[in-house]
């Protein structure tokens, strides 16, 4: 293989590197907590796009538990969120590592 090939691979796959960051801010996962009374919304750019909060988890007595739904069903739509990004970048490598390209 020469070099002149090398380059042309590895500006494709930055090509399709770049694609694929753009698709997956288009592509969203949910999570939710506290049996669906928080749900997070999260893009594929590991942003969180919105958070719905049902009416009957609000208890003015009880917000330290309010808080603990909203960390918890943010955590799990950003795993989701992270998890999307790792099977898109393993379709793109074959499932190879590149260096210098962290998920």
């Keep these: 293989?020469?070099?002149?090939?090398?380059?042309?691979?590895?500006q494709k796959v930055q090509?399709?590197?770049?694609r694929m960051q753009e698709e997956l801010g288009n592509r969203t996962?949910?999570?939710?907590?506290g049996g669906g009374m928080v749900q997070v919304v999260a893009n594929g750019r590991q942003e969180i796009i919105s958070i719905t909060i049902a009416p009957e988890a609000?208890?003015?007595?009880?917000?330290?538990?309010?808080?603990?739904?909203?960390t918890a069903a943010v955590n799990e739509?950003?795993?989701?969120?992270?998890?999307?990004?790792q099977e898109e970048m393993a379709?793109?490598?074959?499932?190879?590592r590149i260096?210098?390209?962290?998920?």
């Design 29 to 33: 996962v949910t999570a939710s907590s």
């Design 77 to 85: 739509a950003l795993r989701n969120s992270r998890n999307l990004l």
């Design 58 to 70: 609000v208890d003015p007595r009880d917000i330290p538990m309010l808080q603990d739904l909203v």
């Design 15 to 18: 090509e399709q590197l770049a």
């Design 91 to 96: 379709k793109l490598t074959g499932g190879i």
């Design 1 to 10: 293989m020469n070099i002149q090939n090398i380059l042309q691979q590895a």
């Design 99 to 103: 260096p210098g390209i962290t998920l």
